[in-house]
């Protein structure tokens, strides 16, 4: 049943991912309410998906890098519809479909069995630690759309070309004040990811910090967070400062990701 209907969450992103990248070069108020449609219906099925998996295993599949690669992009999906909710900005599903398909794809090529949680991991701060961690990257990974996004607008308004995406695309200000609000909801879900990480080593492994690759890689990448929102409230970095350095951060999140959740390395490989 959850292959199938994982399949389908699939097949619906694509779809969607499909119709926003038409929309980049076909303005079209329905191709936008396909793109919601599609990537609605991916949701929908995506959370029953996961949900099925839940009531299977017992605990949150979360724990295998399929389902790890899974679970991101269902939280990116999530924050999405969240941030569009608030501020329905033109053009982001085309940054953000092509990214959850991609996760959506890769997972789809990892082993899925339902595996039992190892006793390491029976403990109540795993499901807390990890859902704050996934939605902390979310928050980060649309900071790293909308980034992309004003480095485009910019472009337009620097070169005079008003033309193309530059009235489709949301003001520079706009843009700037989303990139900063989304880092100050990731930043603190981070903090939080890594604050429970600990309580959760010293009780799975007697220490609270066991210098593993994803522990050092997390460190990183709230310290880089961290410099970020230093430097915009201190030194007044913003626009394409605030846009580069979103998109660096968010960089070290995916080396993070891929290179140990998939390569398998360090004492956060659940298998």
């Known amino acids: 049943?959850?292959?199938?209907?994982?399949?389908?969450?699939?097949?619906?992103?694509?779809?969607?991912?499909?119709v926003s990248i038409t929309e980049l070069f076909k303005e079209s108020k329905i191709t936008a309410r396909i793109t919601t449609a599609f990537a609605g219906l991916g949701f929908a099925i995506h959370t029953f998906t996961i949900v099925y998996r839940y009531a299977v295993a017992g605990h949150i599949p979360i724990i295998s890098p399929h389902e790890a690669t899974s679970f991101f992009a269902w939280c990116v999906v999530f924050i999405f519809f969240l941030l569009q909710l608030r501020y329905k900005v033109n053009l982001l599903a085309s940054c953000v479909m092509p990214m959850v398909f991609i996760l959506m794809l890769s997972s789809?090529?990892?082993?899925?069995?339902?595996?039992?949680?190892?006793?390491?991991?029976?403990?109540?701060?795993?499901e807390i630690h990890i859902v704050l961690a996934f939605l902390g990257n979310a928050a980060?990974?649309?900071?790293?759309?909308?980034?992309?996004?004003?480095?485009?607008?910019?472009?337009y308004v620097k070169s005079k070309n008003l033309g193309g995406l530059f009235g489709r695309l949301p003001?520079?200000?706009?843009?700037?004040e989303i990139n900063y609000r989304l880092i100050t909801i990731g930043f603190p879900l981070l903090t939080l990811a890594i604050i429970t990480g600990v309580f959760w080593a010293e009780s799975?492994?007697?220490?609270?910090w066991n210098w593993d690759p994803r522990e050092v890689w997390s460190l990183i990448t709230w310290f880089i967070?961290?410099?970020i929102l230093h430097a915009r409230l201190v030194a007044g970095w913003r626009g394409r400062r605030a846009a580069f350095l979103s998109i660096a951060g968010f960089l070290t999140i995916l080396?993070?990701?891929?290179?140990?959740t998939l390569l398998e390395k360090?004492?956060?490989?659940f298998l």
């Open 266 to 269: 360090g004492l956060h490989v």
């Open 171 to 176: 003001s520079l200000q706009t843009l700037d």
């Open 225 to 227: 967070y961290a410099i």
């Open 1 to 18: 049943m959850d292959v199938l209907s994982f399949e389908l969450a699939l097949t619906c992103y694509f779809a969607a991912t499909i």
């Open 255 to 260: 080396i993070a990701f891929f290179g140990i």
């Open 204 to 208: 799975a492994w007697g220490s609270y």
């Open 140 to 155: 980060f990974a649309l900071a790293f759309g909308i980034g992309v996004m004003y480095l485009v607008q910019e472009h």
């Open 108 to 126: 789809s090529m990892l082993p899925r069995e339902i595996k039992p949680l190892s006793p390491v991991l029976q403990s109540h701060w795993l």
